[in-house]
């Protein structure tokens, strides 16, 4: 089940950095915070994934709180291909599979 | 370096057919995972394999469905006497571990579309 929530849809305009946030009060101290995303009628791509420290790859930026309670994917300079639906997923220790949830929809807007 | 590798992109059964889905993963993979994707709705996680073995099928229908993933060739999801209820896009994908093991994500493949009519 899930361990995450994440606002529903979120707008973001051409050029400008997105900001998807995501609580999972509950993570425990071996699991690590996964952000992928799904494109229309595609198979979901993965973007980037933490376990405390802040990450950043060509795709995106991950921080993630001190804490660990919650994390913000950064897509520094969105682009129409950029909308898609995004899905912060925690991974359960000792889980067989990845649980998605609903996600936020981003829609970059030009 | 291939990708997750699914066939047929799309697929059309008649009600009662059966419908074959199959999933090459990564090299170097040894996981293959199942999700469903109903329209408009989250993916679904079905069935999780390893080589020759079935490690957790707890998402799978009790009924109709069934997957395998032998020792040589690609996993298959198959399903018996398909309704309209079963359409959907179906996706595969692989991992060098399982999630809970740590630091190991999914590569996805492109999924099959399948349409009952």
């Known amino acids: 089940d899930a361990k995450t929530t994440q606002p529903t849809s979120m707008d973001c305009a051409e050029g400008r950095a997105a900001n998807l946030p995501c609580n999972h009060s509950?993570?425990?101290?071996?699991?690590?915070v996964y952000w992928y995303r799904q494109i229309h009628s595609q198979g979901p791509q993965y973007i980037i994934h933490?376990?405390?420290n802040n990450e950043t790859n060509e795709m995106a930026s991950l921080i993630i709180t001190e804490d660990r309670k919650s994390s913000t994917l950064i897509l520094p300079h969105a682009t129409l291909r950029d909308t898609a639906v995004y899905y912060c997923?925690?991974?359960?220790?000792?889980?067989?599979?990845?649980?998605f949830g609903t996600g936020t929809r981003l829609t970059v807007i030009p | 370096n291939a990708g997750v590798m699914q066939n047929p992109r799309h697929l059309v059964r008649r009600r009662g057919q059966e419908a074959r889905l199959r999933c090459s993963p990564m090299?170097?993979?040894?996981?293959v995972y199942w999700y469903r994707q109903l329209p408009e709705e989250g993916l679904k996680f079905m069935v999780y394999?390893?080589?020759?073995?079935?490690?957790?099928e707890s998402g799978m229908p009790k009924e109709r469905f069934s997957a395998e993933f032998p020792k040589e060739g690609p996993s298959i999801l198959r399903i018996q006497q398909v309704v309209r209820g079963d359409s959907a896009a179906y996706f595969c994908?692989?991992?060098?571990?399982?999630?809970?093991?740590?630091?190991?994500?999914?590569?996805f493949g492109s999924g099959t579309r399948l349409t009952v009519v």
């Open positions: 933490g376990l405390k």
């Open positions: 994908a692989s991992s060098r571990a399982t999630p809970g093991q740590g630091n190991y994500g999914y590569t």
């Open positions: 394999l390893q080589k020759e073995n079935i490690i957790d």
């Open positions: 090299k170097g993979h040894s996981h």
């Open positions: 997923i925690v991974s359960q220790t000792g889980a067989n599979n990845l649980f």
């Open positions: 509950t993570i425990s101290g071996n699991e690590y």
